[in-house]
Nanobody
Framework: QVQLVESGGGLVQAGGSLRLSCAAS????????MGWFRQAPGKERDFVAA???????YYADSVKGRFTISRDNAKNTVYLQMNSLEPDDTAVYYC??????????????????WGQGTQVTVSS
């Protein structure tokens, strides 16, 4: 089973940028869809972005035009480039794998396994 480790979180001022990375173990990474989710204190875990095995991308409306998801199958890594960050982007960000990523399957319940999460804090 694939194991995931996120990195790249931190503290940034509003308007700044961060790039999150999610490194995966296993030899079948290229066949998985991958997603990024976030969870703020006291809130549910929400979809942020996903990319399927053929490179198709999906974004939450709140991050369209600001965030970009990409993957490097040679490095078994998926990235989330976050630009124009806002205080409302503050959350723990998680990556997760899925056998199938389509527009109708972006709920967290359709993803797993999960990484341990990385904190992103955006100050105003």
């Amino acid at each position: 089973q694939v194991q995931l480790v996120e990195s790249g979180g931190g503290l940034v001022q509003a308007g700044g940028s961060l790039r999150l990375s999610c490194a995966a173990s296993g030899r079948t990474f290229s066949t998985y869809g991958m997603g990024w989710f976030r969870q703020a204190p006291g809130k549910e875990r929400d979809f942020v972005a996903a990319i399927n095995s053929s490179g198709g991308r999906y974004y939450a409306d709140s991050v369209k035009g600001r965030f970009t998801i990409s993957r490097d199958n040679a490095k078994n890594t998926v990235y989330l480039q976050m630009n124009s960050l806002e205080p409302d982007d503050t959350a723990v960000y998680y990556c997760a794998a899925a056998a199938l990523v389509r527009s109708y399957s972006l709920h967290p319940a359709n993803f797993g396994p999960w990484g341990q999460g990385t904190q992103v804090t955006v100050s105003s």
